[in-house]
């Protein structure tokens, strides 16, 4: 089973800063097989990324995912106010043991 | 609009039973794959089940393994959990999710979420 590690697990930023959050896996990711949400609190989670570095339908430019193998990246460009929320990666693929989330990043108002 | 609508959360006692149900809206309900995800007070995400498009296969994480029976209606556009033999550590906000693709062969993102609906499980 592969784990997925986020770091960190808070990240303190300024509206308008760049926010870089890592989602590191313990055995490659095939495909690049990797997806990230935003959750806000009472609500469900929002799928913002795909397949590593594609945006899903209707997020903002600002967000953006990269990396491949086992060292991904999403990096939002310039902090909104509503931006600030808890952000997972999760893994996924051609069997359902695949599906695994990471612990989560929290990005708090420093 | 595609919408998942849950429902059926409730207080239950250990060792009760419970059904969970979502209401899928706005696409073609039986060309997607469809999954249960939970996430207990304070934590993270954890994946519990997944349905195929016409109701196989089913998969199902191993915490819940033989407890938990995944199904769907596509006449109803319909989903329902069967939980059984609940404890403690069930208790958690309880997220019907949809496949991002339609028959792909790949257990895809979750690209639409319910709005969760709660399960406490306590005496």
């Known amino acids: 089973e592969i784990v997925l590690t986020q770091s960190p697990g808070t990240l303190s930023l300024s509206p308008g800063e760049r926010a870089t959050l890592s989602c590191r896996a313990s055995q490659t990711i095939t495909s690049n097989y990797l997806a990230w949400y935003q959750q806000k609190p009472g609500q469900a989670p929002r799928l913002l990324i795909y397949?590593?570095?594609s945006r899903a339908t209707d997020i903002p430019d600002r967000f953006s995912g990269s990396g491949s193998g086992t060292d991904f990246t999403l990096t939002i460009s310039r902090l909104e106010p509503e931006d600030f929320a808890i952000y997972y990666c999760?893994?996924?693929?051609?069997?359902?043991?695949?599906?695994?989330f990471g612990q989560g990043t929290k990005m708090e108002i420093k | 609009e595609v919408q998942l609508l849950d429902s059926g959360g409730d207080l239950v006692q250990p060792g009760g039973s419970l059904r969970l149900s979502c209401a899928a809206s706005g696409f073609t309900f039986g060309n997607y794959a469809m999954n249960w995800v939970r996430q207990a007070p304070g934590k993270g995400l954890e994946w519990l089940a997944h349905i195929g498009g016409d109701g196989e296969p089913t998969n199902y994480a191993d915490s819940v393994k033989g407890r938990f029976t995944f199904s769907r209606d596509n006449s109803k556009n319909m989903l329902y959990l069967q939980m059984n033999s609940l404890r403690a550590e069930d208790t958690a906000v309880y997220y019907c999710?949809?496949?991002?693709?339609?028959?792909?062969?790949?257990?895809?993102?979750?690209?639409?979420w319910g709005q969760g609906t709660v399960v406490t499980v306590s005496s």
């Open positions: 999760q893994q996924y693929g051609r069997s359902a043991s695949m599906y695994t």
């Open positions: 999710t949809k496949d991002a693709v339609s028959n792909n062969g790949i257990y895809d993102a979750f690209d639409v």
């Open positions: 397949g590593a570095s």
